[in-house]
Structure formats: C-alpha cells, structure tokens
Nanobody, 120 residues
Framework: QVQLVESGGGLVQAGGSLRLSCAASGSISSFNSMDWYRQASGKQRELVARITKSGFRTHYADSVKGRFTISRDNAKNTLYLQMNSLKPEDTAVYYC?????????????WGQGTQVTVSS
C-alpha cells in the first residue's frame, strides 16, 4: 500500500510562488499518471494538473496554464507542483493523486492534502 504525503503549502501574497511536493512511500514508477487536484471551500474538487508515467506529457486546467508546472522524479518517488504568479482564487486544499492498474484492477491513491492560501 503506497502512501502519498503532500508538503509545501502555506500562506503567500498574490503574485508569489510556492512549490508543492508529494512524497510516496513506495515506487511511483508503476503509476500510470499522477495528478494534483484542489478543492476550494464550498466547491467541488477539480483537476489542476496531470503528468504521464514517462513525464513527457502534461495537462493543465485552463485556469493555471502558464503559471503552474507539474513534474515528477521517479528516482525520488516524488511529484511536484511549481506554482507561480499565484492569485487569491488559487486558495484551496491541494491533493496529490495517483492511479495504476494491477491484474486488471484499478487502484487509486490520495494524499491528505496541503492548504494553500493566497492573500490579496
């Protein structure tokens, strides 16, 4: 059972930057893709960014394109989210997510979340 632990959240002023990390307790090389989601107070959880197993392909929500960068280091079993030019509307709890299929059975893993607060 792989556990995901996020870190790097905090309070930052608008225009500032934060780098989130998601450390896995085991190998992440078997995950088909890894993602960052966020959930603002009173809103549904939404996909922020996704990266494929190889790390060569990424996908971003329109709201963060050009400001956020997702990356993964399979050797360190860690997923990252570099967030620049932060806006108050980026305030949310950010979750790390990963999925894989073993013997045709899908497995999903979630971290506990890390709070990001952007002040205006």
């Amino acid at each position: 059972q792989v556990q995901l632990v996020e870190s790097g959240g905090g309070l930052v002023q608008a225009g500032g930057s934060l780098r989130l990390s998601c450390a896995a307790s085991g190998s992440i090389s078997s995950f088909n893709s890894m993602d960052w989601y966020r959930q603002a107070s009173g809103k549904q959880r939404e996909l922020v960014a996704r990266i494929t197993k190889s790390g060569f392909r990424t996908h971003y929500a329109d709201s963060v394109k050009g400001r956020f960068t997702i990356s993964r280091d399979n050797a360190k079993n860690t997923l990252y989210l570099q967030m620049n030019s932060l806006k108050p509307e980026d305030t949310a709890v950010y979750y790390c997510h990963a999925g894989k299929t073993m013997n045709w059975v899908p497995y999903e893993y979630w971290g506990q979340g890390t709070q990001v607060t952007v002040s205006s």
